[in-house]
């Protein structure tokens, strides 16, 4: 049967320009995964952009495209990288230093990694305190800074020659802030920019430049950046999809898995306590007390959301949850994390699930900033703006509509994802109520 689309989309027509603050190891690993892919010397996996499929229609139909071949995605040949550092390595040094990926694959992809040299960043020690370097930008205020970012994603857009670009969060998490008075209106925010505001954060800056230049703009740390009403009100003016935050990688990405789980069977929890060690960039700058607030805020958030403790108290009223991670060098990016979960069942007897989950935190999320790069794209040559929920999947702490509580529980959030391509295409909505084929 001829389905008519729900939304015109513009073609994917020429390069697609990914702009990357923060050229360490997440997104080295991602640029070296791209080109080592291209080339056939691995496949992207992880990634629901190039390997899963969408069912459409009912099961009897039989009718499951990939998605990359259901919806017109950029392809991986069109992507063009950019992005700024505090240090001052190119991408092939970065991915070297960084020891995810083996040298003899680095090796491989060199050529291509050892052109992207990091352009000067904006940088703040008051938001990272763990690291500093020389290649950061000097202005007379944040609004100077932000028009310097300008700049070089203009001067990006002539070298490179790319038609349309993305902007992702691959930096470092910055120390916990709430949003402040600077934050409430565009307005405020431009007038604290000329005037250095101290709650203007880097990310911000980014963002601000990213919008105002009608770039989609992720956020894949738990940084308060796009999630204030002053860069919202902006992706609204200027008509650009954002997304956020906090790449859902390892520990957590367990925890939208077995929450869900055990909230199904009505299972009780009384305690998750839950402990990482790392030992990259992430965990030398997550030592600070400030950075690791804010990481601590997005994964707490997760079971309370899924739990749901206000409907269910008799079996998630009184969770003892508490999360650590530690700086531990040894381990490299190979985090390790544990969780002791204490659970009940009938008649409130008790049980325990113990999980060890050793990851490599940029394997995992390197398909996942693929993923965010080709949908953001995806959503913006469909005219979609503002926040865009149906890409909760990617992130620990989903941004949504003021009122609204985040959908953390994963299976919810892949059918929201599916469902929302299908509506692209204007495919029938899958709920798996099933009751037609037992008419």
């Known amino acids: 049967m001829a389905r008519k689309d729900n939304v015109t ?3 994917a027509n020429g390069k697609l320009g990914v702009l990357i603050p923060g050229l360490g190891a997440v997104s080295t690993t991602f640029i070296a995964g791209v080109e080592a892919v291209k080339r056939g010397l691995g496949l992207p996996i992880g990634s629901l952009t190039q390997l899963a499929t969408v069912r459409l229609g009912k099961r009897t139909e039989g009718r499951a495209p990939l998605i990359k071949d259901f919806v017109p995605l950029a392809s991986l040949d069109d992507l063009e990288f950019g992005g700024w550092d505090i240090f001052e390595d190119n991408a092939y040094q970065s991915a070297r230093n960084a020891a995810v990926l083996d040298p003899a694959l680095l090796e491989r992809v060199r050529d291509p990694l050892e052109k992207i040299y990091p352009m000067e960043a904006v940088f703040d020690r008051d938001y990272v305190r763990r690291i500093n370097g020389p290649n950061v930008k000097e202005g007379r205020n944040k609004m100077e800074k932000a028009e310097m970012l300008m700049d070089d994603i203009r001067r ?16 470092s998490t910055e120390v916990f802030h709430s949003p402040a008075e600077v934050h409430q209106s565009l307005k405020r925010f ?11 954060a880097p990310s911000q800056i980014y963002a601000y430049a990213a919008l105002k230049m009608g770039i989609p703009y992720a956020n894949g740390a738990p940084n308060l950046t796009t999630d204030t009403p002053a860069l919202l009100e902006l992706a609204r003016e200027n008509n650009v999809p954002v997304c956020g935050k906090d790449f859902k990688t390892g520990q957590t990405f367990m925890k939208t898995l077995i929450a869900p789980g055990l909230k199904a069977r009505m299972l009780g929890l ?29 994964k707490l958030s997760v079971l309370d959301q899924i739990l749901q403790p206000k409907l ?10 508490q999360v650590r991670i530690n700086y531990y060098p040894p381990r490299g990016d190979a985090k390790e994390g ?4 204490d659970i009940f069942g009938w008649l409130g007897y008790p ?15 390197a398909p996942l900033v693929l993923d965010l790069v080709l949908f953001l794209d995806l959503a913006q040559r469909a005219g979609m703006h503002g926040i865009q929920e149906w890409l909760s999947f990617y992130f620990k702490a989903p941004m949504h509509a003021p009122g609204l509580y985040p959908e953390h529980d ?30």
């Open 338 to 341: 544990w969780d002791n979960i």
């Open 351 to 365: 049980m325990q699930i113990k999980i060890d989950f050793l990851c490599r935190d940029s394997i995992l999320a």
């Open 156 to 171: 990006f857009q002539a070298r490179t020659g790319v038609k349309r670009m993305i902007m992702i969060w691959c930096g």
């Open 9 to 11: 989309i513009a073609p």
């Open 190 to 200: 431009e007038r604290g920019l000329q005037d250095s505001d101290p709650e203007i």
């Open 312 to 321: 269910y108290p008799q079996l998630y009223g009184n969770v003892f949850h």
């Open 410 to 439: 994963i299976f919810i959030q892949l059918m929201k994802l599916k469902n929302t391509l299908r509506w692209m295409r204007g495919e029938d909505l899958i709920t798996h109520l099933g009751l037609e084929y037992y008419d």
């Open 270 to 298: 009384s305690g998750w306590f839950s402990s990482n060690i790392l030992g990259n960039r992430d965990g030398e700058v997550l030592d600070d007390p400030g950075s690791f607030k804010s990481k601590e805020e997005t």
